[in-house]
């Protein structure tokens, strides 16, 4: 696997599950919403690092003894994060 290679400590990678409904509703709030980041944060936990959009993978690395870092990662954004 590739991603053992890109640090020492080997991240975790989940899938951030936001269900059709879920989903739906917020497309619809936020459409028009300048509140956009916010809705998306409040529903499935982040923003996509790299765009800020709808993430769907999370990313957790463990900084050894400092704590985690989480990153989350919209589909297009972790394709191009996995072939870096
Ligand atoms: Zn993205």
Known sequence: MKNTTLSKN?????????????LEKFNSITKHSQY??????????????????????????????YGQRIEYYCDRCFTKWIVS
Request: hydrophobic content about 30%; proline content about 5%.
């Open 10 to 22: 080997k991240p975790i990678i989940e899938d951030v599950k936001i269900s059709k409904e879920k």
């Open 36 to 65: 956009k980041h916010r809705v998306i944060r409040h529903y499935s936990g982040g923003n996509c690092v790299i765009c800020a959009d709808i993430p769907s993978r999370k990313i957790i690395e463990d900084l050894e003894g």
